[in-house]
């Protein structure tokens, strides 16, 4: 099955998602859970599915990524034909960057043709969920059609936030239309299965051969080139036969729990983080045979100790702490942690998620925060209290969250 399918991950968004998180990386590269980065889940997808050979076509601020990449994800074996590979643009034919999705694979088109596999999986490396691509890849063998769309429920007609697919009584795409609104997010309803209401989760698996006829037959600039599924798939559903393969299924070796999210703007990035938080998330990240991986550098324990001046212990309350951090006498609520972090004597965090390296000087208080890595909030600081005062200095969501930045203090 892993020689049959080339995977090209696709991570070129020009910061499309929770701005101001992508002003200095792209959307995979985005933090996410305390310990991730967004790309990890796409990534320890394939991994699981024993899909390794995979491309990451890299492109806007990319070295975040890229450094990722090389410090989590040097674990496969090039001597088994196994890698993980990013590609920014090559320019073998013109001084051009990726123009969109398709171009991109257009222009690395020489990597698919000299590959053995007979199958291409495209997928979007900015998005959370857990898939076994190698039950895809059987099920797209057994519908003999030469494009398989992986599709989930959702509520209703109106909740589209990606493109929307009609179906016929066997499974086959009709008509896929626009998306009906934009900004929302995340899990879909496990009742409305049954609803006939689906959209793309941005996982499109090609028959080689019928990729690079398609390849040579749309013309660069013939059609716009934002979303695979509605500017190139959609006018081919005439044409051919294009499978829609249902997310969630009872077969596969992953526990079906039907989550996905697109990270589309902050406050879908914040909801989506929160809910970990919960006693029962709806993404299960403890699943044992379904662990993500990632890098994780090689820090001290996480710990809390008694504030230096006022003695007062450090606490935290449901909360995710990684490694270095420290709650040296201040409180951390339904918050998380990312490694390094230090709350200061009498600081308290509530709601908010602190990059890796922030430090809360002592006193400081934050609420329904984002704080960026390696910002150092002042002693006595109120972020989160005063929306007015907070829209003046920071990046203020619609749903009321905090994202902090560098250049305020420094």
Not at 9 to 26: N, Q
Not at 279 to 298: K, R, S
Not at 305 to 328: D, K, R, Y
Request: overall charge negative; glycine content about 8%; proline content about 6%.
């Amino acid at each position: 099955m892993s020689a049959d399918t080339l995977i090209l991950v696709l991570a070129i968004d020009r910061g499309v998602g929770p701005e101001p998180l992508t002003l200095h990386r792209t959307k995979a590269a985005v933090p996410f859970g305390g310990k991730y980065r967004v790309i990890d889940f796409t990534l320890a997808n394939c991994l699981h599915s024993g899909l390794r050979q995979v491309l990451v076509l890299t492109q806007y601020k990319s070295h975040s990524l890229h450094k990722h990449l090389r410090d989590a994800w040097s674990i496969f074996n090039p001597e088994l034909g196994e890698f993980i590979t990013a590609v920014p643009p090559q320019m073998l034919r013109a001084q051009e960057w990726y123009a969109g999705p398709f171009d991109a694979i257009r222009q690395n088109r020489y990597l698919i043709e000299r590959n053995r596999a007979s199958q291409v999986l495209v997928v979007d490396g900015g998005a959370i969920y857990r898939m076994d691509y190698a039950e895809l890849a059987r099920s797209h063998a057994e519908s003999q059609a030469p494009i398989t769309v992986a599709m989930r429920a959702v509520p209703g007609a109106g909740s589209a936030t990606q493109a929307r697919l009609t179906l016929d009584a066997h499974e086959r795409i009709t008509e896929i239309l626009p998306p009906t609104c934009q900004g929302q997010d995340e899990r879909a309803d496990p009742g409305a299965e049954d609803a006939e209401h689906f959209e793309s989760m941005g996982v499109y698996l090609f028959d080689k051969d019928f990729l690079l006829q398609e390849l040579d037959r749309i013309e660069v600039g013939a059609r716009p080139d934002q979303d695979l599924a509605l500017d190139i798939i959609a006018p081919l559903v005439s044409e051919q036969s294009v499978l829609g393969y249902r997310f969630g299924q009872a077969r596969g070796r992953v526990t079906p729990d039907r989550y996905w999210c697109d990270l589309a703007t902050v406050d879908a990035y914040y909801r989506a983080n929160m809910q970990l938080l919960r006693a029962e998330p709806p993404i299960d990240l403890y699943q044992a045979d379904w662990n993500i991986h990632t890098y994780q550098g090689q820090y001290p324990p996480a710990r809390t100790v008694p504030g230096p001046a006022t003695g007062t212990e450090g606490v935290f309350v449901n909360s995710m702490l990684a490694a270095g951090t420290v709650i040296s006498g201040g409180g951390v609520n339904h918050s998380i942690l990312y490694p390094c972090v230090q709350v200061k004597d009498g600081a308290i965090v509530e709601a908010s998620i602190l990059f890796d390296g922030v430090q809360v000087g002592e006193g400081a208080h934050l609420n329904r925060c984002i704080v960026e890595k390696d910002v150092v909030i002042p002693p006595r600081e109120q972020i989160g209290f005063d929306p007015k005062l907070d829209r003046e200095r920071f990046t203020l969501s619609e749903e009321g969250i905090v994202v902090v930045t560098h250049g305020v203090w420094d």
